[in-house]
């Protein structure tokens, strides 16, 4: 269908609450994150570590279902931060160019989220990063999110758009020869 355009409605991308549950799309903020030392010797010394403590925003990117049934112990977060702050951290991701290409999910491994602003609640537009995974027990993080006080949650369909384009970014193989045609 060429020149197709899909029709613009009115559709919020968040849910404003205030509660201990967690779901898939899920936004926090601040949330601590340890960090092992990177010259850390193997085999691993029992006695204590240093270690960094630090605080990232994240989004939930576990399945809702997995978290409300209690499959799992651990929930899978992925960092994201202010589109102009990415910009700082790669230059790369500071032009519009790149931004168009993530737009359009050609650059795999980003996605955006729209802004919101509130009396409660101000974020810019977010660049979430799935090249960089963490996970946490699943009791931390939600009595970390009943900390939060009132959050954001990603509305369907913006929570299953970001849960396929986390899977297209870990379902991309790459072959080791292409196809030699005739």
């Known amino acids: ?10 559709q919020p991308w968040y849910e404003v609450l205030e509660s201990d549950s967690l779901e898939q ?4 903020f601040a949330c601590p ?24 925003d994240v989004v939930v990117m576990t399945q809702s279902c997995d978290i409300e049934n209690e499959k799992l112990e651990d929930i899978i977060l992925c960092p994201h931060w202010d589109l102009k702050v990415a910009g700082q951290m790669d230059p790369a991701l500071g032009k519009k160019d790149t931004w168009k290409l ?12 729209e802004q919101w602003q509130s009396e409660e609640i101000s974020m810019g537009i977010r660049l979430v990063d799935f090249g960089r995974i963490f996970s946490l027990p699943r009791d931390f ?19 299953e758009h970001l849960s396929q384009s986390f899977a297209r970014f870990f ?12």
């Open 25 to 28: 799309g899920d936004i926090l």
């Open 141 to 159: 993080v939600k009595q970390f999110a009943a900390k939060q006080g009132r959050r954001l949650r990603l509305l369907s369909p913006y929570r």
């Open 171 to 182: 379902m991309r193989v790459g072959l080791p020869q292409d196809i030699k045609l005739p």
């Open 33 to 56: 994150i340890i960090i092992p030392p990177s010259n850390l010797t193997f085999p691993v010394p029992t006695a204590s570590i240093t270690t960094k403590l630090q605080s990232t």
């Open 102 to 113: 993530i737009l359009k999910g050609q650059r795999y491994q980003y996605i955006m989220l």
């Open 1 to 10: 269908m060429s020149g197709y355009k899909v029709p613009t409605i009115d």
